[in-house]
């Protein structure tokens, strides 16, 4: 059995949505994600700001990265949910640090954090329902 076929077994609450959404979410979110942390990164390197404020963003795309290893590859909810919470905490992080510097990167990142906030409630529950 797949990593992917192992996920599609696993209990998920009624309001989960349907496996073919997640790629086209993620591939608008991660276009606003290249655009936004690479202008935080230039500004990093350019010393417009300091590491102390890109330091969030590099954070996150690591938590953001690291989920479907510990998800499918590894197939540990309780990683993933973890994994989850700290993309959300560094999102909301990254995002009040850049604010006072650059606020429509911060705006930028609205639809992501949406996105994470479901994500995050979804993981939770289907790390509850499956333990």
Same mark, same amino acid.
């Given at each position: +059995?797949?990593?992917?076929?192992?996920?599609?077994?696993?209990?998920?609450?009624?309001?989960?949505?349907?496996?073919?959404?997640?790629?086209?979410?993620?591939?608008?979110?991660?276009?606003?994600?290249?655009?936004?942390?690479?202008?935080?990164?230039? +500004?990093?390197?350019?010393?417009?700001?300091?590491?102390?404020?890109?330091?969030?963003?590099?954070?996150?795309?690591?938590?953001?990265?690291?989920?479907?290893?510990?998800?499918?590859?590894?197939?540990?909810?309780?990683?993933?949910?973890?994994?989850?919470?700290?993309?959300?905490?560094?999102?909301?992080?990254? +995002?009040?640090?850049?604010?006072?510097?650059?606020?429509?990167?911060?705006? +930028?990142?609205?639809?992501?954090?949406?996105?994470?906030?479901?994500?995050?409630?979804?993981?939770?529950?289907?790390?509850?329902?499956?333990?």
């Amino acid at each position: +059995m797949n990593n992917y076929d192992w996920y599609s077994q696993l209990i998920k609450p009624l309001w989960s949505p349907p496996s073919w959404l997640f790629g086209p979410v993620w591939t608008f979110l991660y276009v606003l994600i290249a655009i936004s942390f690479g202008k935080v990164f230039l +500004m990093a390197w350019q010393k417009k700001i300091a590491f102390a404020v890109a330091l969030p963003f590099i954070l996150n795309l690591i938590f953001n990265f690291a989920f479907t290893p510990l998800q499918f590859g590894l197939k540990n909810n309780i990683l993933a949910a973890i994994d989850i919470i700290l993309v959300l905490g560094t999102l909301i992080w990254a +995002m009040a640090a850049i604010y006072p510097r650059a606020r429509w990167i911060a705006f +930028m990142q609205i639809p992501y954090l949406l996105w994470v906030l479901f994500a995050t409630v979804l993981q939770l529950n289907i790390t509850y329902l499956n333990y």
